[in-house]
């Protein structure tokens, strides 16, 4: 894998809690419309990783997007810089309307910010939120609160709010969990959105034929380790995962 | 020596209520404070067979009967048995009342019910074993049989009682940590505190766990507060209740977790209070003037522990922090100009038409409302539990007064650095909630307005600062004073309209716009926020910033309006009594600030209950504090939310017929 | 609640007129009753008599101004007001406001009111907060009250308010820095800041000390009386020290010992009066050396009581009176209390009198300044707020109702204009009674 330099580059990343090594010295690619997989029996790390990667917890290695280190920045300068995640269990704000969810992403921040809405209020339209809810499909959901959706519905809203901030790269989280088949569909539709405006995406997901199906590159995660890499086709071959599936699944058996 | 012991009994006990069940509860030191006033009262008797039998138990609950004889001259054994009974059917009682219907509700509420029984307990107690005069000061003896006398130790002279303390929470600490790591019960606590259902799994229901944890802490309190009355020789309802503050001190230090290091942490507080005593009335030169003597001793250990608690916290919370729920409402306002102007007018006609203490009445009121407004944006919008408000007004209101007399600065420069300062000040606040949250971060307001309070109020530099040159503006005289029935002059009036008119404008419009909309979504859920791109560090900054400021324009108003400043209009009892206003008119809507300044005393409430003749009783604030548990458990939205959520209801039942 | 210090302050600087009241009367503990031999004969006489009018004490100050016979006042009423704090979180001073009642019935129905002038009282309670105490006295301008008389206040701000109207405020408790400095005010009470002079002048003179400890609550008012003690003893060359106690659960053990430090021959201690039990029972639990002297309040009754025999031999308070067996002041006092008390549950024993000799001081000022009046109409017009301001601003030495006789030309104290009265006696608790130990010490004098 070439690094272009334009996407997301992960070295080394660790991250240990207490005694423990969660994540060990995990490398990978995510380029500028390339959708990666990130997979891994239960408790591999993977939302460990995704943690460390957007800087919501402490690691070790370098993190770099679009060729600029953001290994020191803070989890919303990360953000701010093009890398946005979204979070396992949805993570609306039930207080503010979907538009204006979507709004506090895409809005820019400025420093003067709080004193001109004190005069002025800056009222929260902005063309990225509009598009974004209509790449989901819920532009007619705008003014509803997270409250009066249902499940799949806040899981899009989340999407929705990804898209919103400009990213150059999503790490996505167990998108796909909790929702049906409309809803999947409409997820589908979304990936690709994003291929095609040229946003990387890591995915992280439980439903392997979502994973297979979409993932131009998979990563597998086994104990905090990167146990194999490659195209799907190579990925389901692979001994190395059969046996970290199968052990598993043995366990759960 | 024996202060600090005494703290960190009292801490233990925070500490276990808190493992229990989560709560901090901040009316810790009054239940142990009414626990103890109950056994000095049966033990209240006359050994002369025809003088006092005492042996009265004395109940809290109002409506039922004050008194009950039991039997006359209890020994102390009795009066323990008796006592240990009260303790854990009031510590049950407000468990199950109280904070177990509050298990999962935001900090904000828990805080705020803990303060109605705070209210609630020390207005009872006042009630009960002080009487209307103030003259009852001496009335129970605090007694125990402790053993008198002292102790030479180098140069100190120590009593031998504050030995038995040291022994006593030396003892409970180490019965405390075997219990909790040796036993099924403390284990199972432990269990519970994290994971319900795993509790079960032990045996030991949830519930049973509370109560019995309960009743050991309140326990606790009362034996702690009993040794420590007799130990200083004095017991007061409001005083001693307050003694909760440096024991949450001394929780807070311990991790809220750790029963060894708060009972090091308290004994650490108070030898360091008892150093600095030491230190400051050596007369060291080189302390500056305006440092008073007892400025040190009451802020270093603040200081201390406010970087403690820092440096233990994190920025943002961990996975494992539970997400709050049913945050109250911050209705979005629709029209704030037209809103703001109108009940603008209607207060500008008041002052332009009625009679002196009516002006004066809706002063007091706008003035009240501007120091509201700083709680609805900092607690309400952005759900930082601050309680160090009044302190900012303060810290204003006495800068304004120095630069004016003092240094001759005129106005309106002297009251805008008076609004900077408090602003500084409030940013610097801001830094511990950077990392700390909930119920801590409002202890570690409250210890900032102690901070503050030491340092400023108290400073020689400020001593007896009055008259205040009137203030004038383009030749206009916006002064307060007049003589007769000019007095509380329309011009002051309106000038402090404006002010809070325009910060309520300020408000509304902060809470419609982006940055509103970034508070609340800090206030919502701050991973949530952070992985948004928002700076929850900066927006809490700002949300400080902001809230200082309105205090601050509050303060000043203050300055001009009374001759002489005092401590006491900026307390943390004032603070609190604000705090439990706003919430109780809804926390998070500029409504809420309107109704707390409407209710404020001396304000137009109290003017239409009658006026001067008036003065709050004891029922009054016992009333005030039950209505604080009822609204924190059953309507956080404070009274204009249910309001609202009534008339929406009836709007909505109209429209769909 | 922090309030606490300040309620207590006000009666720190008061009790004195009801200490030597009843210090005939009563004793520490409950038994041994060393009074038996004191009681005025007149008490036993006035019990005897429908009205006061005729056992009227010898030597009394309103002897001069008595009816031939008892004279009930009717019609209408010249306004006084009276600013006090009746109810409140922090403390309640009820009794002042009450002993201002049983005064005024008293002087309405036996001596005629003033010149056959009744007078009204108009109360307002400031309910211990600063606003309400703005929104009294303009209840007083309002009502056209021709002067206020004191109670406590802590804030004082009603009274800047009363001087922008020109309306006296006589008397009460001062403890605010208004009461003690506004040129409306005029106090027959040398307040806190003549007790700490009064204490030290007497460790100085008396006890011959070398070095002096001084133990006082973080309050303002009490802060600068506490300056005013370092300045003198600055002046006559004595050692001192300052501890300061934070007015919340004050470690007294703390402060005790180190005032002990130093090796102090007399320790003068400012508190709460809630901190009057722990100072003196912690210096006996010491077991110090030094003789502890403590503001008047402490010598409450209520508080001897509490602390018990052994902690409170010995130490000295300010008195701000004489005592004497028969003074005639006290004997009247309790005269009227017993007829006219029982009407308002009013009692005796408390800092009731302190608005009580209020009263009695401003009725004969009253009383002069209409001498020559023939009918109510002339009495109104002689009596208006700034013939009373002048009056008492041209008292020199005038006899105060069991009091040091009383000057207001605003130089009895430095910088405390308002003081009329500042001098202090000192009485020491011996056996179970207070002895008085020392004569009137002119505190003004001393700075």
Known sequence: ?253 | ?657 | MQNRHSRALAVCASLVVFLAACSEETTTGSGSDASTTTAPKVVRECSEVDTIVECLPDGSLLVDYAPDIATEATGEALKIGTINQDTGAAGAFPELTVADKVAFDFLNQEFGGVNGVPLELITCDTAFDPQKSLSCAQQMVDEDVVAVIGGIDIWGDGIQVLEDNGIPYIGGIPVSFNAARSSVSFQFSGGIWGAVLGEANYAVEVLDAKSVAIIHAQFPPIADAAEYGKRYLESVGVEYKVITVPPIGADMVAAMNQAAESDPDAIIALTADSGCVPTMQTAKQLGLDATLLLTGACAAPKIIDSAGDDAVEGRIFNLEAELSDTNPDSALYQAIAEKYGPKHNFEQQGAGTVSFRSVMNMYTILRDLSADATNPDDVRAAISRESILEAFRATVDRPSFFGHPYTCDGNQLVDLPALCAPQQTLGQLSDGAVIQVSDWIDVGALL
Not at chain 1, 37 to 49: E, Q, S, Y
Not at chain 1, 82 to 94: A, P
């Open chain 1, 1 to 253: 894998m070439s690094a272009t330099g334009a996407g997301l580059a992960v070295r080394g990343l660790a991250v240990s809690y207490g005694g423990v090594q969660a994540v060990d010295d995990v490398s990978f690619t995510v380029e500028p419309g390339e959708i990666v997989g990130l997979i891994g029996p239960n408790g591999a790390g993977k939302t460990t990783t995704i943690d460390a990667i957007s800087g919501f917890t402490v690691s070790r290695g370098q993190v770099e997007l679009a060729g600029r280190s953001l290994t020191s920045a803070p989890a919303h300068a990360r953000a701010r810089a093009g890398l946005v995640r979204t979070f396992q269990s949805v993570e609306l704000f039930d207080d503010l309307s979907v538009r204006q969810n979507l709004a506090v992403a895409a809005l820019p921040v400025r420093w003067w910010g709080p004193l001109v809405d004190a005069v002025a209020p800056r009222r929260g339209r902005h063309a990225d939120v509009d598009d974004a809810l209509d790449a989901v499909g819920l532009l007619e959901l705008a003014d509803a609160r997270p409250t009066d959706l249902s499940h799949g519905q806040r899981r899009l809203v989340a999407l929705a709010r990804a898209l919103a901030s400009r990213p150059r790269v999503v790490l996505l989280d167990e998108p796909a969990a909790g929702l049906d088949t409309d809803e999947t569909e409409a997820l589908g539709t979304l990936l690709h959105t994003l291929r095609d405006r040229g946003i990387g995406v890591l995915l992280v997901d439980h439903d392997m034929s979502l994973v297979l199906t979409t993932c131009l590159r998979i990563v597998v995660l086994d104990f905090g380790r990167v146990i194999a890499t490659g195209a799907p086709d190579e990925i389901r071959r692979d001994p190395n995962v059969v046996r970290a599936y199968l052990g598993s699944s043995e366990a759960n058996s």
């Open chain 2, 1 to 657: 020596m024996g202060g600090g012991a005494a703290i960190a009994l009292l801490a233990l006990g925070l500490v276990l209520s808190f493992k229990a069940s989560g709560v901090v509860n901040l009316a810790h030191g009054a239940l142990g404070m009414y626990v103890a006033y109950v056994f000095f009262e049966l033990r209240n008797f006359e050994t002369d067979p025809a003088g006092k039998p005492g042996g009265d138990l004395v109940l809290p609950i109002l409506g039922l009967p004050a008194r009950v004889h039991l039997v006359d001259r209890p020994t102390v054994f009795t009066a323990l048995l008796v006592t240990f009974v009260v303790a854990a059917a009031l510590g049950a009682g407000v468990y199950g009342l109280v904070f177990r219907p509050l298990r999962n509700a935001p900090p904000l509420a828990r805080v705020v019910a803990s303060l109605g029984l705070f209210l609630y307990l020390s207005a009872v107690a006042k009630l009960r074993f002080v009487g209307e005069t103030g003259q009852g000061a001496a009335a129970i003896q605090p007694e125990f049989p402790l053993p008198s006398g002292a102790v030479r130790i180098g140069d100190a002279v120590v009593p031998t009682s504050n030995f038995v303390i040291a022994v006593v929470a030396l003892a409970s600490t180490v019965a405390l940590v075997c219990v909790y790591r040796f036993t099924r019960f403390g284990l199972a606590t432990r269990a519970a505190a994290e994971n319900e259902k795993g509790a079960l799994l032990t045996g030991l229901s949830p519930d049973r766990l509370g109560y019995l944890n309960w009743i050991l802490a309140t326990t606790l309190a009362g034996m702690a507060v009993i040794l420590i009355a007799t130990d200083t020789h004095g017991i007061d309802p409001t005083t001693t209740s307050l003694a909760v503050v440096p024991a949450l001190g001394a929780a807070l230090l311990g991790g809220l977790s750790s029963f060894g290091a708060t009972a090091a942490a308290g004994l650490a507080i108070g030898m360091s209070q008892s150093t600095l005593t030491t230190f400051q009335s050596n007369n060291q030169s080189w302390l500056p003037d305006w440092l008073s003597g007892g400025a040190l001793a009451g802020a270093l250990p603040v200081v201390v522990i406010l970087i403690a608690i820092s440096l233990q916290g994190s920025t943002l919370p961990t996975r494992a922090t539970l997400l709050d729920r049913r945050l109250p409402r911050a209705p979005e306002p629709k029209h704030p100009v037209l809103a703001c102007c109108a009940v603008a007018t209607v207060a500008a006609v008041g002052l332009l038409t009625l009679d002196a203490q009516w002006r004066l009445a809706i002063i007091v009121s706008t003035i009240a409302t501007v120091i509201a407004l700083s709680t609805v944006v900092v607690t309400g919008f952005v759900g930082q539990i601050s309680l160090a408000q009044n302190a900012f007004a303060g810290l204003a209101a006495f800068t304004t007064a120095k630069l004016a007399t003092t240094y001759d600065i005129a106005f309106p420069i002297a009251p805008i650095l008076g609004i900077a300062a408090a602003v500084v000040v409030g940013v610097v606040t801001g830094i511990p909630a950077v990392r700390v949250r909930g119920l801590t971060l409002a202890v570690a307001t409250i210890g900032i307005a102690v901070a503050v309070e030491n340092l400023v109020f108290n400073s020689p530099a400020l001593l007896g600062i009055s008259h205040i040159p009137r203030p004038e503006l383009f030749g206009i005289d916006l002064g307060l004073r007049d003589v007769g029935d000019k007095n509380f002059r329309p011009a002051f009036g309106l000038f402090a309209l404006a002010l809070v008119t325009a910060s309520a404008i300020i408000v509304a419009n902060l809470r419609r716009s982006a940055t509103g909309m970034r508070w609340l979504a800090v206030r919502s859920n701050e991973r949530a926020a952070a992985a948004a791109g928002i700076n929850v560090a900066s927006m809490k900054a700002s949300a400080f910033a902001t809230s200082a400021f309105l205090a601050g324009v509050g303060g000043v108003l203050l300055a001009y309006e009374l001759s002489s400043l005092s401590t006491d209009n900026f307390s943390i009892i004032a603070a609190l009594a604000s705090v439990a206003l706003v919430y109780l008119g809804g926390i998070a809507s500029i409504g809420g600030a309107l109704f707390a300044g409407i209710l404020a005393t001396g304000g137009v409430l109290t003017k239409l209950n009658g006026g001067a003749a008036g003065g709050a009783s004891q029922y009054q604030f016992a009333v005030s504090g039950l209505v604080l548990i009822i609204v924190a458990i059953f309507s956080p939205d404070g009274i204009t939310g249910a309001a609202s959520s009534a008339m929406r209801r009836v709007v909505d039942k109209v429209r769909s017929r």
